[in-house]
């Protein structure tokens, strides 16, 4: 006699509730924002923003690039050389020229640029409020984020300043 089993059916995983807390300092928490734009920039094909990246800052040794930039032929290079690998990784826009780039709401790029761009705005925003409470003017950075990721909810960011200790003494502690 033949033994008919049923097949399991897969279970729906649930979803993990769990949050992870990074204390960082205010630097750092500029430059993993920072990082978190420059990743989102690159998976939805604005790749200027790496020649951006490695001209307009200093390398590890504290050394200017600025010859990277002020250097025609070098700069010419580089920019060759990311539109070509920008045509290999995203052809479909090699027809919208060298700065076009897919929307950071496109279905076509990365759930991770999405989570990347969503933390971003969370941390831009939080920030900017940190520096000033009260904005007088305008700013992007004062935008409640407009939610990217189908996948994660946006991400809480806090900034708070020890107690016994002065706003300048919690930037780099």
Not at 87 to 97: A, H
Not at 126 to 153: C, D, Q, W
Request: with cysteine.
């Amino acid at each position: 006699m033949a033994n008919h089993q049923k097949t399991p059916q897969k279970k729906k995983e649930p979803v993990d509730k769990s949050k992870v807390i990074i204390t960082l300092n205010l630097d750092q928490a500029y430059m993993l924002m920072n990082a978190m734009e420059f990743y989102a920039r690159v998976h939805i094909g604005q790749f200027d923003a790496i020649s951006r990246e490695f001209t307009a800052h200093a390398d590890c040794n504290g050394k200017s690039r600025d010859w990277l930039w002020k250097n025609d032929c070098t700069r010419k290079e580089l920019e060759f050389y990311l539109n070509k690998s920008r045509e290999l990784i995203f052809p479909e826009l090699k027809s919208v020229g060298v700065y076009g780039s897919h929307g950071i709401y496109s279905t076509e790029i990365s759930p991770y640029a999405h989570d990347a761009w969503d933390l971003y705005q969370v941390i831009r925003r939080e920030l900017a409020l940190h520096r000033e409470p009260n904005p007088t003017s305008f700013s992007n950075s004062y935008n409640h984020p407009m939610k990217s990721s189908e996948t994660n909810p946006l991400p809480e960011v806090r900034i708070r300043i020890p107690p016994g200790r002065t706003e300048n003494e919690s930037d780099n502690q």
